[in-house]
């Protein structure tokens, strides 16, 4: 059984909003955490890389690029809630699509060495239904 920390999708569908797609991400991890603690996000569908500066972070009613990400130290991704990937929807996506997610974030209050954060890893892969938003 796989524990909710190393989860980043939960089976949610992926969404079509006009000519882009709404990838459901959830916060692997079992606080709240800063925005700015996000290192990266990788993503394939269907086994195709989606280049990061193309997509969006939706979160708490806001989008944000990835290279946004790091000065958002106010800002959190609360763990409850569901978060987006909004990305130009590739040519061929139909009513399934699998969709592989790597997420790295830092950990601020679990040090792993002298002013050195814990970063966490988390991969996922799921076919997921699309739907019409």
């Known amino acids: ?13 992926v969404l079509r909003d006009g000519d882009d797609l709404l990838v459901p991400l959830r916060l692997p991890w079992y606080r709240s955490l ?5 290192e990266g996000l990788d993503l394939s569908l269907n086994g195709t890389a989606i280049d990061p500066a193309t997509v969006r972070l ?17 800002k959190f ?12 929807a590739p040519e ?15 950990i601020p209050y679990i040090l792993v060495g002298p002013d050195q954060c814990m970063v966490k890893h ?12």
């Open 92 to 106: 061929g996506v139909g009513g399934c699509v699998e969709v592989a997610a790597s997420t790295r974030q830092r």
């Open 34 to 38: 800063a925005l700015s603690t996000f």
């Open 122 to 133: 988390t991969h996922q892969t799921l076919a997921l239904e699309v739907q019409d938003a």
């Open 77 to 88: 991704w609360f763990m409850q809630d569901t978060g987006y990937v909004r990305l130009p």
């Open 58 to 74: 939706e979160v708490n009613g806001h989008s944000y690029a990835l290279a946004e990400l790091a000065d958002l130290t106010e």
């Open 1 to 13: 059984m796989t524990s909710f920390t190393d989860m980043v999708m939960d089976g949610s569908p």
